[in-house]
């Protein structure tokens, strides 16, 4: 059964970075894309970022120009740079791996920004 691992995540004030780490405990092979989610209390799980083994990237709005995405395919690692943190950027995050077969999720990290 692969797993997803996730690390990174923490208290920071706003204004403040943190970097956010998955990787799978295992090889998966034909992965289409991976990728961060995030749910606040009280609201719906969101895309944050997503990125394809070919480097296509794509933001939420409310992230573009704060948050980066990366991955080192030959690991099945995907990271999360998140610099400028604000307060309703709080919320657990998830990491996503999208292959033929079907998606892997992570079991999430708190991220929690102080104003």
């Known amino acids: 059964q692969v797993q997803l691992v996730e690390s990174g995540g923490g208290l920071v004030q706003a204004g403040g970075s943190l970097r956010l780490s998955c990787a799978a405990s295992?090889?998966?092979?034909?992965?289409?894309?991976m990728g961060w989610y995030r749910q606040a209390p009280g609201k719906q799980r969101e895309l944050v970022a997503t990125?394809?083994?070919?480097?296509?990237?794509n933001y939420a709005d409310s992230v573009k120009g704060r948050f980066t995405i990366s991955s080192d395919n030959a690991k099945n690692t995907v990271y999360l740079q998140m610099n400028n943190l604000k307060s309703e950027d709080t919320a657990v995050y998830f990491c996503?791996?999208?292959?033929?077969?079907?998606?892997?999720w992570g079991q999430g990290t708190q991220v929690t920004v102080s104003s």
């Open positions: 295992r090889i998966i092979f034909r992965i289409n894309a």
């Open positions: 996503n791996f999208a292959s033929n077969m079907r998606a892997y």
């Open positions: 990125i394809t083994p070919g480097g296509s990237i």
